[in-house]
């Protein structure tokens, strides 16, 4: 290992919230876990949930490759709220990992569990739901790398192929099918939201909340077209999302009048009505995440911030496994 | 007939049978009153939800929250509380696609289905009832089984049924009528006539009214406990069906999300009463379609979905507020005619004498209501 190869410095806050002021990934400096100069460093993973498909194919990545990396790696499962997770990074802590992959389970929060892995001198890298950064910056917080999806560029990318389907000046009455309580899912929503308003008669009318479950997208999506006869667009913005917006229409029968743009449904083609879905890789970020963390761990610098573009299926194609909104 | 009127007798067709024969003002006039309020509002406010389709969405959106409120209702009337109904939805959706998968024709397959979710109810009632732990505590465990079992055998991936067949419990229609709200309203009106006109209904409400004077009078505690609680897990199981036809997907998470609690709501909203005893199908039928119309109400009328927790939570208080003063005024009423005529025996007086006299569906005591 040459993880004595650079300068050792100073761990603990002073340094921690120099760093936060910094922004940067020059934490290449701070003295890493003893644990990390064993043959065979623990990494610990901190995932929401395994309800998700997509945090499966994460899971299942970050074991495998880790295993490849000459890791052991540790997943910790939070049941999606934000306290479980706070206790299962102490518990990390406690067991001194050499660092941390953690996919927060909400934005906010998430502050509080980089803080404590700050403090213990553990080496943070976020992925898939990016930490707040006022949170951060009011904790003198910081982490060494995030990744994950563009989600922004998501909504846009759906957006634009709508335009390109229905023709830029289509009569476009769109109700999307989100998640309001989450930061990626309304800034899919933006994405897609400004994509359109380049055409002057589209408009989203309506968004309502999906909560990431197909039962519950199926229901409140065909609440949203009995409210809206002439609606003519669903965006679902999340996999689970997209199965329950393509049963809404089909039930209601309206597959000839309703087109459907989503964040990928697992497992599922592209046809008929669905027209176009954009997918994440989350097994992808798993890698990228451990690969970097080899680097840092060897002393090399990695750039803080790593956004992966979305891979865009269109009619007659289907997300291969692990390829999911 | 305006198509409001058609959804509302739909709405009637469910539980109407229950309501028959009664002297006084039925008790769920109240709540009915409500419910009646909320759906003239919601039709001022949108065009589009006074229609047939939307009045079949809410009832097809509601009818698994109605499923889960009827099998609630009997564990309630008892004086027990099932909180593994959500989870049951989610096992028994998992092992039907799962049994299709395995090339099990699709009736075969939700009828196995539908008699693990009953097994799950019938252990409840063990647990209940000869190992003594209380109800709360005996479903909350039970519950945490149902919610892993189809993570564990799954993996979390969801499955995909391929049987067309299937299609028909959740999307099919019968003469018109969506297959869910039919279902429902057949068990509900089956549910009713049994806990009126058998003398196991009776002795439910006779171990929810006074358990130690049920068993004293000869109540089989044992058989009666069991029984509701498999009923439950019977209509969880329904439950499941629907959700995993409507999906064509058995999603391990599914019904972990609001559907308890509404179904819990729904019952208690209804006039069932959370200590046992009190309360019929009818209400619980209604206080489920009171949920669901106002769910699909607000997102009908498009409001934002921060909102939407808050409105339900204050329409289900307004709801109870609102039957609850009815009963006091009624009771001050009847306590009024007592007091007028000392000498003929009115019937809260008979009430009180013995324990059984309140076991009998829609004779029991009113002035006992704590609801």
């Keep these: 290992m040459k993880i004595l190869t650079h300068k050792t410095l100073l761990a603990g806050t002073g340094l921690l919230a120099l760093l936060a002021l910094g922004g940067s990934a020059e934490a290449a400096g701070a003295k890493l876990p003893a644990n990390c100069s064993e043959a065979k460093p623990t990494i610990g993973v901190a995932l929401p949930n395994t309800v998700n498909p997509y945090y499966i194919a994460m899971q299942d990545s970050f074991k495998k490759h880790g295993e490849e990396l000459g890791y052991s790696v540790n997943v910790a499962i939070a049941n999606d709220n934000d306290s479980n997770q706070l206790s299962q990074i102490e518990a990390f802590i406690q067991q001194g990992v050499c660092a941390v992959a953690l996919n927060a389970v909400n934005s906010g929060p998430g502050a509080a569990s980089v803080r404590a892995l700050n403090d213990a001198g553990i080496p943070v890298f976020t992925v898939n739901v990016i930490v707040s950064p006022d949170d951060l910056k009011a904790q003198g917080a910081s982490y060494v790398q995030y990744v994950g999806a563009d989600q922004v560029a998501g909504g846009t990318q759906m957006g634009e192929q709508l335009l390109k389907d229905a023709g830029a ?140 573009p979305l891979k865009v299926f269109t009619t007659g194609q289907k997300p291969g496994p692990g390829e999911v909104g | 007939m305006s198509p409001t009127e058609k959804a509302q007798e739909d709405r009637h067709a469910t539980a109407a049978p229950v309501a028959v024969r009664r002297r006084r003002v039925p008790d769920e006039a109240g709540i009915f009153a409500v419910l009646v309020a909320v759906i003239i509002t919601l039709s001022f406010l949108s065009p589009s939800f006074r229609t047939v389709s939307n009045g079949f969405v809410l009832l097809v959106n509601g009818s698994v929250i109605m499923f889960l409120a009827l099998g609630q ?37 939700a009828l196995l289905a539908v008699a693990v979710g009953t097994l799950l109810g019938f252990i409840n009632g063990v647990l209940v009832n000869f190992l003594r732990i209380p109800p709360f505590i005996a479903t909350f465990s039970t519950q945490g089984v149902a919610l892993a079992v189809p993570l564990i055998i799954t993996g979390a991936q969801s499955i995909s049924v391929h049987e067309i067949g299937f299609r028909w419990i959740g999307q099919g229609k019968v003469i018109g009528v969506p297959t869910p709200v039919v279902l429902v309203a057949v068990a509900a009106v089956i549910a009713a006539l049994f806990l009126r006109m058998t003398r196991l209904g009776v002795h439910i409400y006779a171990l929810g009214g006074n358990k130690a004077a049920a068993r004293l009078s000869g109540v089989n505690v044992a058989r009666t406990t069991l029984f509701v609680y498999s ?75 921060y909102w939407q927790s808050l409105v339900i939570g204050v329409i289900i208080l307004l709801g109870v507020t609102f039957d609850t003063y009815r009963r006091s005024q009624q009771n001050r009423a009847v306590a009024r005619r007592s007091a007028a005529t000392p000498f003929v025996p009115a019937t809260p007086a008979g009430q009180s004498a013995g324990p059984l006299s309140t076991t009998v569906p829609g004779d029991h005591a009113k002035p006992g209501r704590s609801a």
Excluded at chain 1, 238 to 267: E, H, N, R
Excluded at chain 1, 272 to 287: F, S, V, W
Excluded at chain 2, 252 to 281: H, K
């Design chain 2, 73 to 109: 209702a009997f564990v309630l009337l008892t004086g027990g509380i099932d909180l593994s109904t959500g989870a049951n939805i989610g096992m028994t959706g998992v092992i039907a696609a799962l049994l299709m998968q395995l090339g099990l024709p699709w009736p075969i397959a």
């Design chain 1, 169 to 308: 000046d289509a009569k476009i009455v769109a109700g999307i099918i989100g998640d309001p309580d989450q930061i990626p899912t309304n800034q899919r929503d933006k994405g897609f939201s400004d994509a359109i308003s380049k055409d002057a008669n589209a408009k989203v009318v309506q968004t309502v909340n999906g909560k990431v479950d197909p039962n519950v997208s199926l229901q409140v999506g065909g609440d949203m077209l009995q409210g809206h006869p002439d609606m003519n667009v669903l965006f679902a913005d999340t996999g689970p999302g997209a199965v329950g917006a393509l049963q809404a229409v089909q039930q209601q029968g309206k597959a000839d009048s309703v087109k459907i743009y989503a964040f990928c449904a697992a497992d599922t083609a592209v046809a008929g009505n669905y027209m176009a879905c954009a997918a994440q890789e989350p097994a992808d970020y798993a890698r990228i995440v451990l690969d970097n963390l080899k680097k840092y761990l060897g002393g090399a610098d990695v750039p803080h911030e790593v956004l992966q």
């Design chain 2, 231 to 305: 009923v439950s897990g019977f209509c969880a199981g329904m439950g499941g069906l629907i959700a995993t036809s409507r999906l064509m997907v058995g999603f391990p998470a599914t019904g972990t999300g609001n559907e308890l609690f509404y179904s819990i709501a729904a019952a208690v909203v209804g006039g069932v009463s959370l200590f046992g005893g009190v309360g019929t199908v009818l209400g619980a039928m209604i206080g489920a379609v009171l949920i669901a119309v106002v769910s699909n109400g607000m997102n009908v009328v498009n409001v934002q979905s």
